[in-house]
């Protein structure tokens, strides 16, 4: 796959909106993390392999720039990129309730693979807002990898469905002349 100017600009873009989003919401502790709307973006509008790129390159910058814990994540972003990507390519944001669904199934399977990062990587504890939800589970007697699936499950379905509607949304109100250029954008307009 080539990548044109367009879709690196877009890209470059997407990947600030992602860390400086993301980095805002890690600063306040929010129990989202709405560090991916750059990366749903860049999949609905160039695909799967544009969008995940973005993904991965958004946690390495940011890992490197402010905060190392986001590197540790850059499979959780490749699979949001692959994922949106490959639902945008089967219509599934064509519609607000597709669009719903989309990120029901890339919040559960993004929560499949952050849960090994979480746990064996940082011991169940990684300075985002799920934190507290995980000790309280821990606290009441819970085992570690089921408290914090419970904990980022919750958090990620919550997050990635605000993720893929805040993209769809951006992606309904883009000048057609600026979206109709990405290889995708068929697949995804209403």
């Keep these: ?3 044109d100017t367009r879709t690196l600009v877009l890209m470059a873009v997407a990947i600030v909106i992602n860390v400086v989003v993301g980095q ?3 600063w306040v502790k929010l129990p989202l993390y709405v560090d991916a709307v750059g990366t749903v973006l860049v999949a609905i509008l160039a695909g799967p392999i544009a969008g995940a790129l973005t993904g991965v ?3 390495l910058i940011w890992g490197l720039v402010s905060d190392p814990t986001a590197a ?4 959780v972003s490749m699979v949001v990129g692959l994922l949106a990507g490959w639902l945008a390519r089967i219509g599934w ?3 607000i309730g597709m669009t719903v669904a989309a990120g029901a199934v890339i919040g559960v399977i993004s929560t499949i693979v952050a849960i090994p990062i979480i746990v064996y990587m940082f011991g ?3 300075g985002a807002g799920t934190d507290f939800a995980t000790a309280y589970l821990v606290a009441v007697g819970h085992e570690l990898v089921r408290s914090v699936a419970i904990a980022n499950l919750v958090q990620n379905l919550a997050d990635k469905i605000l993720t893929c509607l805040l993209a769809w949304l951006i992606v309904k109100r883009l ?3 600026f979206s109709s250029g990405f290889a995708f954008f068929a697949h995804s307009k209403v």
């Design 72 to 75: 540790a994540f850059f499979p």
């Design 24 to 26: 805002i919401a890690v």
């Design 175 to 177: 000048p057609l002349r």
């Design 93 to 95: 944001f064509r519609s």
């Design 57 to 59: 390159l958004t946690n």
């Design 1 to 3: 796959m080539r990548l």
């Design 124 to 126: 169940g504890v990684t």
